[in-house]
């Protein structure tokens, strides 16, 4: 997808996150999840690291040489989509005590892919 | 993880999808929808003795799960007959139950619409909203069929 249709889905999902409490700690890891991947997609369109008909689906299944680049023009990029996603087996599929507390951590990963989303430049000189 | 367990996520996916508005909201409806009907199947195949009730919890790699490795320490580790991430990942290798093949087939069609309209801009329509919310209402009640018919 486009930068501007991925910042419009993070943003309708974002909006619709307002009716959930840190009580309802699963569907808020998988909202970050949802509306962070989107933000992570447009971050990487920007960056020209990826294409628009290329998204990600989820950090882990980024290559090494792209998750290097990443790391190298955006450190703690890939690291925020991941600990969304490793909340997930523990407190999303499975039952471990602590689900309130590893939302609120999804929740700051979500503002941190938000920030580098918008802060995105093309890394090559025009 | 345990029937009950699965059951207990399938009741609190559920009373949250109550929340949002299919047309409006319809990312964190449709998740809440496929989160729950997940769940539900899991505890339905524990029920049927198709995969097992234990420890692993499934991460995004089928097949790979962690799980407890003393007090409060994590591994990965493989797996096998544990919980579903979503149907078919990783394959069930014995044959359904007539109640769970009605639920597969059912969470399928739920499936059909989840890239497309989470990860992609496919618009969404009446009709997928409702084919979505039929969807789920036969994922449940297959899913309930199937746990009701639990081998002892």
């Not at chain 1, 974002?14 to 009716?19: D, F, L, Q, V, Y």
């Not at chain 1, 590893?102 to 941190?112: G, S, W, Y």
């Not at chain 2, 989160?35 to 692993?56: P, V």
Request: hydrophobic share 45%; aromatic share 8%; charged share 25%.
């Amino acid at each position: 997808m486009t930068p501007e249709q991925h910042r419009s889905k993070a943003e309708r999902i974002t909006r619709a996150m307002e009716k959930l409490h840190t009580a309802d700690y699963e569907m808020l890891i998988e909202a970050a999840m949802l509306a962070g991947t989107h933000w992570f997609n447009l971050a990487l369109h920007r960056f020209g690291l990826t294409r628009p008909e290329d998204d990600v689906m989820h950090a882990e299944y980024l290559t090494g040489a792209a998750r290097l680049k990443l790391f190298l023009v955006a450190p703690g990029v890939a690291e925020a989509l991941d600990e969304i996603e490793h909340s997930r087996p523990h407190f999303v599929r499975g039952d471990v005590p602590g689900g309130e507390a590893a939302a609120i951590r999804c929740l700051e990963q979500l503002r941190r892919l938000h920030a580098a989303a918008e802060e995105a430049r093309p890394l090559r000189p025009e | 993880m345990k029937i009950e367990a699965h059951v207990e996520k399938w009741r609190r996916f559920d009373a949250l999808r109550a929340r949002f508005d299919p047309g409006k909201e319809f990312e964190l409806w449709y998740w809440t929808s496929l989160s729950g009907g997940t769940a539900i199947i899991n505890a339905a195949l524990h029920a049927a003795g198709l995969t097992d009730e234990n420890g692993y919890l499934a991460t995004q790699i089928p097949e790979v799960y962690v799980v407890m490795d003393g007090v409060d320490r994590w591994r990965h580790a493989i797996g096998f007959r544990c919980d579903l991430i979503h149907v078919g990942l990783p394959p069930v290798e014995a044959p359904l139950t007539q109640a769970l093949q009605r639920a597969f087939a059912a969470m399928d069609v739920m499936e059909h619409y989840r890239d497309p309209c989470i990860r992609g801009d496919h618009p969404i329509t009446a009709e997928v909203t409702m084919a979505c919310d039929r969807a789920y209402a036969e994922i449940v009640a297959a899913a309930r069929a199937a746990l009701a018919e639990r081998r002892p």
